[in-house]
């Protein structure tokens, strides 16, 4: 794994900061509230900053950043005494429907159209948005005279194209889910407890300088396993499984650097093998190659996700998630839950699951857009899962990630 990289330059914040005054005069609006929260920290792309709070973006003046606490002001001493310069000038202290008003009101634009990114997203587990309802509401009784307009899409599809710098960062978070998956590759073995795996990767990714954004690492284990998200034990506490002869052992790993997140499905089979689990190995890796030669320049999202669930559908195989999806932001995602109807257990497990359309498959693909490619087939209650992230060029697509393009055995 390479020496980390800087921090991305205020070059960068020119570039992002101009892209997103383009769009606002292509949607008319003066002003855009981004707020907190949300799986992508969309205020994060625009203040290069950790605030946790909202941020009031003019067209025709500078932006401000509110945050919840003091100690998010504070820390920017620390910052200042090692020569770094917040892109964003003007913190506050608030994050409450009125303080955003009180700064669109001093700003003039009380009476403009006004875009808002997050009341309408489709990013994993917010699919209905994530403004808070108090503060959405403070906003719109305090700003009676203006015009609201939710531009989350088109936000998140500028974000999609990256730059030669956000690339380059891009490149080094897969560095560090490539580091990750090759220590899960040497220590998966007979014996071996989950939580001494899970440890083990998120060690790698910390020790990184990188985070991992919830569900922070998805991990399994065994010959007939279905399931998907974060251990059981990480949530109900109590033993966890201990690695055995013949399993798979999988994880979904997501390590998320100076903002740019990438994603990894390392998936590892022990002696002996079974020959179902062999079978659905060799179908989502036809998936992946299907995938990557339909990945160009011009082509269509929807196009691209009709190309990999091919395979899968030909071997008579369901699919429990999506075979690929764009990455910072997460947004655009193929059909999940493929053919569910067929999986075995659901009236078991007490619940009902259908199959998902695709999410934005009128999204043209261009270069510098990066995608998860995670085809995975399943047959009865065996499944397996592989894949990487892989960033579009003018002629094709550069594979960030190797080990996990394919199941390991051992």
Known sequence: MSVPLPMLSLNERERRWNRTRELMRSKGVQCLIVPPKGREEMVGYLSNELAEGILIFPLESDPVQLTWSGSRLLRRLVAAQQGIQPWV?????GTCGPDVVKVIRERGVEKARIGVVGVDTWGPGDPEGYVPYKTWNAILKGLPEATFTDISEAFGEMVLVKSEEEIRLMRYSADIGEEA???????????????????AIMA???????????????LYSG??????GSPMWHYQGGPERTIQAGDLVFAEIFPRYAGLESQQQMTVHLQPFHPVLMECARVARQAYDEGIKALRPGTTFQKVCEAM??????AGCWHLTPHIHTLSPLGWVSMIHGRIEE???????????????????????KPGMVFEMEPNACKGKHRVNLGGTVVVTERGVEELNHLSMEMRTK
């Open 309 to 314: 669930d091919a395979p899968v559908r030909e």
């Open 181 to 199: 998956c090759r220590t899960m590759l040497e220590m998966v073995k007979p014996g071996l407890k989950e939580r001494e795996l899970y440890a």
């Open 343 to 365: 999986a075995p257990g659901m009236e078991w497990v007490g619940g009902k699951a259908h199959s998902v359309g695709v999410k934005g498959g009128d999204l043209v693909i």
């Open 89 to 93: 000038e003007d913190i506050r202290q």
């Open 204 to 218: 790698v990714i910390y020790r990184a300088g990188a985070v991992s954004p919830d569900p922070f690492l998805i």
């Open 223 to 228: 010959v007939e396993n279905i399931s998907w």
